[in-house]
């Protein structure tokens, strides 16, 4: 990611430096940055994510600048909104440069300069903070040795309304990479709601201040503390690794996310206890958690399921509003499993060019996907087979533990949902099973077969291949139990949809 952030700044002032000025992108000040990062830091999810933001902002300065001396703007709209479709699912890019869904060239650079605008005034936002006081001590540096050109301060747009991507509450300043945030006192903060969120900071050689219509306000001084009149709130630790629990995202029932709220107290307990029972029932996946999981937001939102980006790794969105205890445990293994093989697709080329056709069945979506969409669920739903079995491993060894015990119920009770959970997890284990061992066969022929895998995609293959073996061996035993029991009839009717899936899509693959 360092390579990356510096390659931007020089492929961004070599080759667009008209688009560098337009937009006001201090190309400077993002390599200070760089340089004052720690090795670390460049796989926190802020960082990462900032980057990658800006590697976006690159790519559409790029298409921007294609389509002003492009002779068949037709052709130019229907291909980008292909590749939105295909590169950018996670963002609303495709919303903003095609709103009502088609390849449509008229107005089509006009989208694209408010697209560029708009990243360009949220990667310079972003930037500031990240390390609090530098864009301060750039202002001290730049200005070293200079007389006439010196410059004294450096005015930036804010926009100080809720973030859902990085779940940050409105009116706040985010400030390092924790999730610290700095609160204004309630009279500047409904202020600044009053005002739509609009703001604009001054950095000086030695402060920065916030202006809100017509009133300037101190927010940061030289001695790397806020004023007295502004809160700085350090972020909810977990007490499990380096895992904070973040603000709670609410979502309509459109299924889009409307606000951004404090986290209930509740929550805390919930997540420790759920990670708690990863730790003793898992050891192994607990460590990785703690590993690659950074920050967790709860989601209060009905029907949509639990999940991540893979430009923002380390945090995972979880959906506590409809899971109970059993559930939280599994979506923390889940979003997890995915922090690690995006990890893995970093530093590893696991296919042979771009196999975006939908041609593999899923049978978690019951739909057709691309090979690396396969590729995920299959790595992720391996994690969740081995974590069922451990579940239920953990949970049978003693009838007082349960999986989603409360604290409140009695021995006897805790023992008869430790029973439930054991013959629960046992179900999951077993779908998973048959799951994974579905997709497992695709992937061995789409590597073997088609040559869509590299060495390296083919080699986890065969390690995915080697663990939910090992799992299929230890959960074999008590097949015939969950067949008998009330989770039968959907385990029955899973195996035969995946055999009606095989027989209908095998042989277009052969």
């Not at 859902?164 to 600044?192: M, N, Q, S, T, W």
């Not at 979506?331 to 093989?341: A, G, P, T, V, Y």
Request: net charge positive; glycine share 6%.
């Amino acid at each position: 990611m360092r390579t990356l952030l510096y390659d931007l700044c020089d492929d961004l002032e070599a080759h667009y430096r008209r688009s560098v000025t337009a937009f006001r992108l201090p190309l400077d000040f993002f390599r200070f940055l760089g340089d004052s990062l720690k090795p670390d830091d460049y796989s926190n999810w802020k960082v990462v994510g900032w980057i990658e933001e800006l590697n976006d902002l690159l790519y559409f300065i790029d298409l921007r600048e294609q389509f002003l001396v492009e002779r068949h703007p037709r052709d130019f709209a229907a291909d980008l909104l292909a590749e939105c479709q295909e590169k950018f699912y996670e963002n609303s890019y495709q919303d903003e440069i095609f709103p009502r869904g088609k390849p449509e060239p008229a107005g089509l650079g006009r989208r694209l300069s408010r697209l560029c605008a708009r990243l360009a005034r949220q990667v310079m936002q972003e930037s500031l903070f990240l390390v609090p006081g530098l864009p301060c001590l750039w202002l001290v540096e730049t200005n070293r040795g200079m007389k006439r050109s010196a410059r004294p301060s450096w005015m930036v747009p804010c926009d100080l309304s809720a973030n859902f991507e990085r779940a940050e509450l409105p009116g706040r300043v985010y400030v390092g990479l924790e999730g610290a945030y700095l609160d204004p006192p309630a009279r500047l903060r409904k202020k600044i709601a009053a005002g739509g969120s609009v703001a604009r900071l001054l950095i000086g050689r030695d402060s920065i201040r916030i202006t809100v219509g017509r009133e300037q306000i101190p927010l940061w001084s030289h001695e790397q503390q806020p004023p007295w009149h502004w809160r700085l709130i350090p972020p909810c630790p977990l007490e499990f690794g380096h895992v904070t629990l973040g603000s709670a995202l609410l979502y309509r029932s459109d299924l889009t996310p409307s606000r951004v709220t404090q986290a209930s107290p509740t929550l805390v307990a919930r997540f420790q206890r759920a990670l708690g029972v990863i730790k003793q029932a898992w050891p192994e996946g607990a460590e990785m958690v703690a590993l690659l999981t950074s920050r967790v937001v709860p989601l209060k939102a009905r029907g949509v399921v639990s999940f991540s980006y893979r430009n923002r790794p380390g945090l995972s969105f979880i959906n506590t509003f409809e899971r109970d205890e059993f559930d939280l445990i599994d979506d923390l293994i889940h979003e997890n499993s995915h922090h690690h093989l995006n990890l893995l697709l970093r530093k590893y080329d696991m296919k042979r060019g771009d196999r975006n056709q939908e041609v593999f069945y899923s049978p978690w979506r019951r739909s057709l996907r691309p090979l690396h969409g396969i590729l995920h669920a299959t790595f992720t739903f391996t994690m969740g087979a081995i974590l069922f079995e451990r579940l239920a491993s953990w949970a049978a060894a003693s009838p007082a533990r349960c999986v989603a015990a409360s604290g409140t119920r009695g021995h006897g009770d805790s023992a008869m949902s430790a029973r439930d959970d054991v013959l629960r997890a046992r179900f999951r284990c077993l779908e998973e099973v048959e799951s994974v061992g579905y997709s497992l066969r695709d992937l061995a022929h789409a590597s073997d077969r088609l040559g869509w895998l590299s060495p390296c995609g083919a080699a986890l293959v065969r390690i995915l291949q080697s663990e939910i073996g090992k799992v299929r061996r230890r959960v074999v035993p008590f097949r015939q139990t969950v067949l008998r029991s009330r989770y039968g009839p959907a385990l029955r009717r899973h195996i035969r949809t995946l055999a009606r899936a095989r027989a209908l899509y095998g042989k277009a693959l052969e």
